[in-house]
């Protein structure tokens, strides 16, 4: 969606002609000064995203003499799940002496939209997201104000964004496929938080697609969710495994997970992967320090920060012939899948 080119230049008394205020309280609010009204702040913050209203007017002043700054808003830091990525994009775009912001949206799109208004104010030229999902309000504030922006992990696009990641849903097809074809029938998956997360809802339908085509019927599948957190992915495995018609294989949302779902299991004497198999996502460092070591699918990170970079610093005719890149997932087959016993 992309508002009007008026729009581009909303000034504070536009919002306050709308909220039915004066200029001054508009800059209270915009400033969080307690003594305005409340029903009054609700006015004005509504007229502001209205209108894509930003402070700041010297951001377009910043993108005028080149600030030479990209933002970057990705879902956490807690763990190593972007770093690569990241690193990878400031080390290709540090070669161009452009410097990067990088902010945290905790998984939450309305958070990130704050957070991109944040990096709008500051004059950033361009954007990198994690995902294809995000407000409406995220995307046509980046579009009215000509800053690009690119989605990484992912290769969906938006009629004027670009992307640079894989397939989710064939990362879910590839993790079924591996353990249909150790002989397992009875199927479950921890998948990350699924609400506005486009990542892991499109890994849990493949994975589902996939065993269908394969022929495992629904009543042999358990589905459960969990935050990308060890303690997460414990909790998710005790659920899986004390239930009536446990797991011969499990397949995780992310290596996190994955971890914590075999911590569970050497607490209980449940033995991976004689008596479960358990499967991870991303290759993070971790996979290689649980025991058994981890099978699971390594994400191209560092390619999609390069990558994403070189779309970043392109001209906006190479930009069109760049807009979609989808990369390769490489399975890793390590000691924590085996094939299924037959009494399981």
């Known amino acids: 969606m992309v508002l009007d080119n008026d729009r581009a230049d909303t000034k504070i008394v536009d919002v306050a002609r709308l909220a039915g205020c004066s200029p001054a309280t508009v800059s209270r609010v ?11 702040r609700d006015r004005v913050m509504r007229a502001a995203t209205q209108l894509g209203y930003v402070r700041n007017g010297s951001a377009r002043a910043l993108r005028s003499t080149k ?14 799940i ?24 905790m998984y939450d799109i309305d958070i990130e939209f704050e957070q991109a208004k944040l990096l709008v104010e500051r004059g950033v030229e361009s954007v990198v997201l994690v995902g294809s999902t995000h407000r409406a309000e995220t995307l046509a504030m980046l579009e009215q104000r000509n800053i690009a922006y690119v989605f990484t992990y992912t290769s969906m696009i938006t009629d004027v964004g670009a992307a640079v990641g894989f397939d989710n849903a064939k990362a879910g097809g590839m993790a079924a496929r591996y353990l249909v074809d150790l002989g397992h029938t009875r199927l479950a998956m921890i ?27 629904r009543d ?7 935050a990308y957190k060890i303690e997460g992915g414990r909790d998710a495995m005790r659920k899986l495994m004390t239930g009536p018609n446990p797991p011969s294989a499990v397949f ?48 191209p990170a560092r390619d999609m920060g390069a990558i994403a970079a070189e779309y970043l610093m392109a001209t906006p005719l190479q930009r069109q012939h760049m807009r979609q890149r989808e990369l390769s997932l490489r399975l890793i087959v390590r000691a924590s899948t085996a ?4 009494n399981a």
């Open 191 to 217: 998948a990350g938080i699924t609400e506005n997360n486009d990542r892991a809802s499109a890994r849990r339908d493949g994975f589902l697609t996939e065993l269908e085509r394969q022929g495992i019927g």
């Open 252 to 299: 995780c949302g992310s290596d996190i997970i994955a971890a914590g779902a075999i911590k569970y299991c050497h607490a209980e004497g449940i033995r991976v992967p004689e008596d479960v198999s358990v499967f991870g996502f991303d290759n993070l460092e971790i996979a290689e320090l649980t025991h058994p070591e981890l099978t699971t699918i390594e994400v």
């Open 30 to 40: 915009l400033n969080n000064n307690p003594k305005v009204a409340p029903d009054v």
């Open 67 to 80: 600030s030479r700054t990209v933002g970057v808003i990705i879902p956490t830091l807690d763990h190593a």
């Open 339 to 342: 094939p299924r016993k037959l």
């Open 220 to 226: 042999n599948i358990a589905i459960t969710e969990s």
């Open 82 to 105: 972007y770093a690569s990525m990241v690193h990878s994009l400031q080390a290709r775009l540090a070669e161009k002496d452009i410097s990067v912001i990088i902010n945290t949206s």
